[in-house]
């Protein structure tokens, strides 16, 4: 009996280590072989400024569902992931009130021009280097399905305006977006009983290229797993080069960044070395005139969340 009490309070002795003070490390870990089924939801607003008030011009719903397995690395110093996406879905409701579906499930004679690139995005590996800073190194995989997406779609189904914007909007840079978001979240130096630090961060958006700024993040359960991480950032303008001020065709107006806000929150368990849930919303106050002005007229919105199946 004597035995038994001693092991019991060796385990509870154990336990309280990991759950009293700072037991791990605050920084980015990943258990090679640990594989994770996720699923991406990515909600845009875009709203027009009338009489004083915002009106939703349109608004757009994407899942993306995946498997993400942690490869060995042959480099101590980096991470590497596989992403295998499973499923597509798209809903885009307009002013008109009209609504465009898009399931990956469903046969590609029924997508539109515009949605059929996705299925070669389907089963096909991206494998991912990562650093231990976060940031990611490499994206393999892309050119492969670019490659497919010419080689499943006849000639004339598709235009080459079309593979422009895929690549686009759903390219490397939209995959380093999604992962660096909180692959970064971690302190370059850590301290010991650090709750507060900053990071240079930087989103790349399709319109004003990437925006490069400095992000607060605040740790809100010391000592606890998964670490709670909240974050925020403010996008100014001058974060943006000059040539990334966007001319929509047609009309001839300029689309201008005047400010954008980032917050948003990381789940991350650092004994299992992965991701629970993670939720970035990015607000985008922009400009439109002929000159390119800083009246904003429009609020352009991207929310993201991520979360283990």
Known sequence: MRIEIKIAAVILFLIGC????????????????????????????????????????????????LNQDILTSPDPNEYRLRLVIKRIRMQTDLLNEKTIRFDSDEQMATATEFHRPLYAMLDRPLVLTVGKDGKVKKVEGMEEIIAAVKTQLPAGKINPQVLVEFRRHYGEAFVINIFEGFLTAFPLQVKAQMTKWERPRSIFNPFFGELQFNQEYQLTNPGEDPAKIQFKGIIRPENQSPEATEKL???????????????????????????????????????????????????FSVKTIIQRQ
């Open 18 to 65: 990991v759950s009293c003070g700072q037991a791990m490390p605050l920084a980015l870990t990943m258990t090679p072989g640990q594989s994770d089924a996720y699923r991406i939801n990515i909600d845009m607003t875009d709203e027009a400024r009338a009489r004083g008030a915002y009106q939703v011009k349109y608004e757009s719903h994407q899942i993306f569902d």
């Open 249 to 299: 065709p047609q009309s001839g107006m300029f689309l201008k960044l005047v400010q954008g806000k980032v917050t948003g929150s990381i789940n991350y368990s650092l004994t299992k070395g992965r991701l629970e849930e993670y939720l970035q919303e990015v607000v985008y106050q922009v400009g439109l005139d002929q000159q390119g002005g800083n009246a904003p007229s429009q609020r």
